[in-house]
């Protein structure tokens, strides 16, 4: 079984910074990518940066500049620090692995995190 597991939310004001962690566990072959998605009240979920497992990066346009997303395949953990926070960057915010392949040659699934609350206050 895997597991998915977010930390490091909570309550900062604007200008600020926070450093979530997500770390994935269990027993599985590999994992492609990895990614951090956001869920403000009354909003869709909406993906803020994903990183492959050869380290290609991509950001949502409203965070370029102020987030950098890191991963450590060998330790199945992924990081997002985030500068310069703004009360637009509230939300509940969630870890997904892409492509989880149990065994050799098996079909991969996705895997969420239950997520971690990011506040920023003005």
């Known amino acids: 079984q895997v597991q998915v597991v977010e930390s490091g939310g909570g309550l900062v004001q604007a200008g600020g910074s926070l450093r979530l962690s997500c770390v994935a566990s269990?027993?599985?072959?590999?994992?492609?990518?990895m990614g951090w998605y956001r869920q403000a009240p009354g909003k869709q979920r909406e993906l803020v940066a994903d990183i492959t497992n050869g380290g290609t990066t991509n950001y949502a346009d409203s965070v370029k500049g102020r987030f950098t997303i890191s991963r450590d395949n060998a330790k199945n953990t992924m990081n997002l620090q985030m500068n310069s926070l703004k009360p637009e960057d509230t939300a509940v915010y969630y870890c997904k692995a892409d492509t989880v392949v149990i065994l050799p040659g098996a079909m991969g699934f996705d895997y969420w995190g239950e997520g971690t609350q990011v506040t920023v206050s003005s």
């Open positions: 269990g027993i599985f072959f590999s994992i492609n990518g």
